[in-house]
């Protein structure tokens, strides 16, 4: 015969032991790790710029900052532009003053603590502008390294922040090569660019894309034949940033230089 | 006789126990494995709707030329044509509802951010027409002698002789 | 303000978002928790190996592991900017991130100390219970020890023989899977740097070894240290209590100090040989980062040899590895320059842990610029508060403190224990 306490006990094992298990299978779901991770929609979004359009305006990041609330004044942005001049001597000197919101208005190159620095024109060997933005990568390693499943990808291929469910660790901040990750000022949350997933979502471009005037920036879907913007990706010389990190970028540039960091 | 060897582990299995009850407490249901995998699809699926749904406040490009057909007419024959209505009129949220008219920004630094001079051939920046900020008339707003609609600056020194 | 904006100082090109976002609380978090899983190996030293010179400083340094233990957590707290969220590390843990282990690891490591101690204090918190119940009248001080102790016995109140034998073999096996534990919650601490592939720095194989190593130099360390000094305090304490009540059997001074000097040198020895270890897997890194010299090398070498050499050079290998070695090896080894030897070993090991953390942020992403962290010292805000010198003081004070509280439940000195 059982008594009380020993039933009490025993009970209270097989119980656990049947919801440890059970919890511990929807994590661990077998079926769903080897789920095929490139899926079979019918939509991926990829970015392409083209460098030698690109003239610093820094339209883009203005309506970037506006469309997406990303704070005016704040140091931190979804996208930027920079700029590289490479002088005769073989001296690459780039910037990107507050991430060129307000454009490049001046020949003085911003160098942080070591102040403007100015070239003369006769020494500029070549010059170019450089818009970045997230790469919304095939392999993100910002997404593989978080440790609460707080930021993810969707079927498209754009890279989202959870913003109830981030910790503010830090980890895809440290984790993306590109640096396009910072905190929330006041949301105190990880932030990345959406690539505008509410516009595209209803058939529209991203902010910067539709802000440019002089069509450096294009959005469009890879799975897509006919679109203008796989067409060129997929017949003319287009580079990625940093490639040899394996996250196979997805946003791709014409007229990318050797210099491009 | 039983063995108190095992009490600890008691505790530790009733912890757990605990962690794993608040864990289907707290955890919203729809968060699980999605389309990309556990790496790189592991969220809580209603986010997606969420972001879905954030306000636009740029309105496509097309659609200023659907109650300003004469504006759009004269920008288009101009060198701005390429320039979006929203650039300089500011975004359109939902006017002419909600705003009724759109704040303009005549500033000096939203013309400079194209026609500061830049020496730098090979850009197409090289080739915009440029001036120095810091010597062409400073303290002036770009907008008292060049209309932006129409910017030849031929045409305003007519304009402003007549 | 941006988070990080406050101590980030940029030179040349930077990206736009980069800022210094792990600061002196990731320093001061591989740091803790490399001094948590260095006192456990040192313990199980003599739990699992038998070194029986070390069983003094074995009991010692088991409850002070204890102690570290909830602090090695307080940095990631200080750090998070979502400090009450961090529970969502355990309700949706993302595996493939080598941050959603912690919580598994670290509770696991949690329950192996708690119930290591449990076996080792048992027989005490048992005669305890038993003295309390048999006194007739009761404080509400006793009654409340009794309480607390009757909780802690977990109502396991044989003492026989048998039932003291089996608390030693356990003992003997959580020490056992504590080391492997112990290793592999502070190499996890160094694979989340080593497996960062966006920082030139931080990314190598090396990195957990490296750390593991560091982790049982500084643990070490830590408990020679307050060994000593707790040592030199009770002697104090003995003088005066002697002087005071002469009847009381105390150690003489003289005993103490002879039983101390031996512990200390004997627990020496496995600390110059875990610093020997460290010092070898950092030395072939570095070797190794010059010779293939890739595409990261013109800047790292920068941040190394130039901008970071006295915090490299001079600070870190310079005055925390050779000088303590050669006061550890020079013959005749005293207390006091023990004390200091280890003191600069500590130091030693925590400019490691900053190279790494801040020197790994030192430099762009774009290996065009730099960056300068500037330690925050006025908590002025929250924010400077958390990740300042006032944060990572209170770090470092929290497991002194703990310490002390469970030494006033737990004697660490002077008690027959269960084996």
């Known amino acids: ?261 | 006789m039983k063995n108190h060897v095992w009490r600890p582990l008691y505790i530790v299995l009733a912890i757990v126990g605990g962690i794993i009850i608040t864990r289907t407490l707290l955890v919203p249901n729809d968060f699980g494995v999605y389309e990309r995998g556990y790496m790189y699809g592991w969220h809580r699926k209603s986010n997606e709707a969420e972001w879905r749904k954030y306000p636009i406040k740029y309105k496509s490009p097309q659609i200023c030329a659907e109650c300003h057909p004469e504006k759009d007419r004269e920008i288009k024959s101009s060198p701005h044509a390429s320039i979006s209505c929203q650039n300089c009129h500011g975004p359109n949220y939902n006017h002419p509802d909600d705003p009724q008219g759109l704040t303009i920004d005549r500033s000096r630094g939203l013309c400079i951010r194209c026609h500061a001079h830049l020496p730098y051939k090979g850009t197409l920046r090289g080739g915009i027409p440029g001036i120095n900020p810091e010597t062409h008339y400073p303290q002036e707003q770009c907008v008292m002698c060049h209309i932006p609609h129409s910017p030849k600056p031929m045409i305003q020194k007519r304009e402003v002789k007549s | ?419």
Request: charged share 20%.
């Open chain 3, 1 to 419: 303000m941006v988070h990080g904006e406050a101590w980030t100082l940029k030179e040349f090109f930077v990206y736009p978002n980069e800022y210094i976002y792990w600061s002196i609380q990731i320093v001061m978090y591989p740091f803790m928790t490399g001094l948590v899983a260095g006192a456990f190996v040192l313990s199980s030293l003599y739990h699992v190996f038998g070194v029986k010179q070390l069983k003094d400083i074995a009991r010692f340094s088991l409850v002070f592991s204890l102690a570290l233990l909830p602090v090695a957590m307080m940095p990631l707290l200080l750090h998070l900017q979502q400090p009450l969220r961090g529970i969502n590390v355990m309700m949706t843990p993302h595996f493939t991130s080598a941050i959603a282990a912690f919580g598994i690891v670290f509770t696991t490591y949690g329950f192996i100390v708690a119930s290591e101690i449990w076996f080792v204090y048992r027989q005490f918190i048992v005669e305890t219970v038993m003295e309390l119940r048999g006194k007739q009248q009761r404080s509400a001080v006793d009654s409340a020890r009794l309480v607390l102790y009757s909780l802690l016995s977990l109502g396991a109140m044989d003492l026989s023989p048998e039932a003291l034998h089996k608390d030693e073999r356990a003992v003997g096996v959580l020490a056992g899977i504590g080391i492997p534990v112990a290793c592999f919650l502070h190499g996890y601490a160094g694979f989340i740097f080593g497996s960062v592939k966006a920082n030139a720095l931080w990314m190598t194989p090396l990195m957990p070894v490296i750390f593991i190593c560091s982790a049982v130099v500084s643990g070490i360390a830590l408990c020679i240290a307050t060994y000593i000094i707790t040592m030199e305090i009770r002697k104090l304490l003995s003088t005066w209590k002697r002087n005071k009540r002469s009847y009381l059997k105390l150690p003489s001074v003289e005993e103490l100090k002879s039983a101390e000097l031996q512990v200390v040198t004997i627990t020496v020895k496995y600390l110059v040989m875990f610093l020997v270890l460290a010092i070898t897997l950092e030395l072939l890194d570095l070797i190794f980062r010059t010779y293939t010299a890739v595409k990261s090398w013109d800047i790292l070498r920068s941040v190394i040899y130039e901008r970071d050499f006295f915090k490299i050079f001079i600070l870190q290998y310079g005055f925390g590895n050779l000088v303590p070695f050669i006061i550890f090896l020079r013959p005749g080894l005293t207390i006091r320059r023990a004390l200091v030897g280890t003191l600069l070993v500590l130091m030693g090991v925590f400019m490691m842990r900053w190279n790494v953390v801040i020197g790994g942020q030192a430099f762009s992403a774009s290996f065009s610029g730099f960056m300068d962290y500037h330690l925050p010292i006025w908590p002025s805000t929250v924010e400077l508060y958390k990740e300042g010198l006032f944060g990572a003081l209170t770090v470092i004070i929290t497991p002194f403190v703990l310490f002390y509280l469970f030494t006033r439940v737990l004697p660490v000195f002077g008690v027959k224990d269960s084996h």
């Open chain 1, 1 to 261: 015969m059982m008594n009380r306490r020993e039933f009490c006990k025993k009970a209270c094992i097989v119980a656990g032991g049947l919801i440890i298990p059970l919890s511990a299978l929807e994590v661990f779901n077998p079926r769903r790790l080897l789920a095929e991770k490139d899926g079979n929609s019918k939509v991926r979004w990829v970015f392409l710029v083209d460098i030698h359009k690109c003239v610093g305006c820094g339209l883009c990041v203005k309506a970037c900052k506006i469309e997406n609330d990303v704070d005016w004044d704040a140091n931190v942005t979804r996208t930027w532009v920079e700029r590289y001049v490479v002088t005769k001597g073989g001296q690459t000197l780039i910037d990107s003053p507050k991430g060129a919101r307000d454009g490049f208005i001046t020949q003085k190159i911003d160098q942080a603590s070591q102040g403007l620095k100015e070239v003369k024109p006769e020494e500029i060997a070549k010059a170019f502008f450089v818009p970045k933005l997230c790469n919304h990568c095939e392999n993100p390693p910002c997404v593989q390294v978080c440790p609460v499943g707080a930021t993810y990808q969707t079927q498209e291929g754009v890279v989202l922040v959870d913003r109830t469910w981030c910790i503010g660790c830090g980890y895809c901040v440290m984790g993306c090569p590109y640096g396009v990750r910072y905190f929330h000022p006041t949301l105190h949350v990880a932030e990345k660019c959406t690539l505008c997933y509410h516009r595209l979502c209803q058939g529209m471009k991203s902010a910067c894309v539709d802000a440019c005037p002089f069509g450096a920036r294009r959005v469009g879907n890879i799975r897509d034949p006919e679109d203008p913007v796989t067409k060129i990706i997929t017949t003319e010389q287009v580079n990625v940033l940093k490639e040899e990190f394996g996250t196979k970028p997805q946003c791709f540039y014409l007229g990318s230089s050797m210099e491009v960091k």
